[in-house]
């Protein structure tokens, strides 16, 4: 169960039988609920919070051991896309959806079909997304029946460039604030998964002088990262111990951890993957021993301002300046963090919630 007010630490589990007093004491706006007994489709659109604008978030579509783990899912997930947005500053509220994917055969387009009509009838309260398990066809399909979906096959392009920018604005704003330095030159990076956003950090610091140390399970995008950015490889279980000046965890969730807290030898955590912290008590561990964390929904939300970009019809060169001012958001945290003494993850936590209240 959540206990805290809190979301950066969105690996927490809400308790089953208080679902609706979390809901109540988190600030959720709504949550629907939708079955449709000639296809099968379940559905649930969590909407967490509008007072910025339409809540915008993904639709997933996974198999769920129970319908209650859907709701958690689409919830805290909800939860954590206002305060992305917050903080950032894009007009958007919070939201994401699930379909439930059935274990036994199902027509996935008449899912779909409903599904748009689902989010049509929220009238753009809420905008749907691509998110785990859903494709561009699927969205084409809900694109049908609703003008709320901000992906779409006409829309075209991977948020991950848009998301390996702001890593590289949020790695270059903790180098300045922890360790003085305006240049990446020679600054020592440990990059953790070189997948649609690791590597493209990779090559983004590679060109600015960063010396870079990466692991992946994958042999073949190691090998690509040896090979052009003469990084050095080490092995996937050894990269969060790597003694460096950053450490950028781009593959997994809950990599900051009971076992690893203790045993990372870096100064800087700032990467890409969501819910970096277990538990809300290892953004208070990281401070405490002097770690700074770029926190995670903040340094990577240049995917969303990218697709959220779509559906807003923001100008190139805008979106670019928001990303930007990833630098400027952290930054902020960083310094506040400082003054009040305070983990940059309650910090943003804080900002987020001011914006939202
Ligand atoms: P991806 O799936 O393309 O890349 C993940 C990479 O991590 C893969 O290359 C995979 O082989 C590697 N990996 C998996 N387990 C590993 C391990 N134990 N050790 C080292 N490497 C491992 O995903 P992505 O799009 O690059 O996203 C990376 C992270 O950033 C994810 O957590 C994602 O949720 C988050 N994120 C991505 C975006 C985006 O725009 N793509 C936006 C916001 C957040």
Redesign the pocket.
């Known amino acids: 169960m959540i206990s805290v007010d809190d979301i950066s630490n969105s690996n927490q589990i809400i308790a089953e039988d208080d679902f609706l007093d979390y809901a109540l004491s988190h600030g959720f706006g709504d949550l629907h609920f939708k079955v449709d007994p000639a296809t099968g489709m379940k559905a649930i659109i969590a909407i967490h919070n509008t007072k910025l604008g339409p809540a915008l978030g993904g639709c997933r579509f996974i198999e769920y051991p129970n319908t209650f783990a859907a709701i958690q899912d689409a919830m805290r997930l909800a939860r954590g896309m206002s305060f992305k947005a917050a903080s950032v500053n894009l007009p958007l509220g919070g939201g994401k959806s699930v379909i439930i994917k059935p274990k036994g055969p199902f027509d996935r387009a008449q899912y779909m079909h409903q599904f748009g009509r689902f989010v049509n009838e929220l009238n753009g309260r809420y905008i749907t997304a691509l998110d785990s398990g859903t494709e561009l066809p699927d969205m084409d399909i809900i694109g049908e029946h609703t003008p709320y979906v901000a992906s779409l096959s006409k829309y075209q392009g ?3 460039p ?2 390996a920018r702001g890593i590289l604005r949020g790695i270059q704003a903790a180098v300045a604030f922890k360790l003085g330095k305006e240049s990446l030159n020679g600054v020592h990076v440990a990059i ?8 493209l950090l990779a090559q983004h610091l590679h060109e600015l002088g960063a010396e870079l140390t990466v ?4 042999p073949l ?1 190691v090998e690509r990262a040896v090979t052009e950015f003469g990084a050095k490889a080490v092995s ?1 279980d050894q ?1 969060h111990k790597v003694p460096c000046d950053v450490f950028a965890p ?4 809950a990599i900051i951890n009971d076992i690893t807290i203790s045993q990372l030898q870096t100064p800087i955590i700032a ?4 819910n970096q912290l277990a538990h809300t008590y290892h953004g208070k561990k990281l401070h405490d021993k002097g770690i700074l964390f770029a926190v995670d929904y903040v340094i ?1 939300a ?3 301002i ?1 697709a959220a970009s779509k559906y807003l019809h923001t100008s190139e060169e805008k979106i670019n300046e928001q990303i930007d001012d990833i630098y400027t958001h952290l930054t902020e945290i960083f310094a506040l963090s400082a003054k009040e003494n305070l983990p940059t993850s309650e910090i943003a936590d804080n900002l987020a919630k001011e914006k939202l209240s």
Do not use: E, K, R, W
Request: charged content about 5%; proline content about 3%; hydrophobic content about 40%.
């Open positions: 991977d948020p991950s848009s998301t953790q998964g070189l997948g649609h956003v690791g590597f692991a992946d399970i994958s995008a996937t990269i781009c593959a997994l969730g990467g890409a993957a969501n990577n240049g995917g969303l990218f």
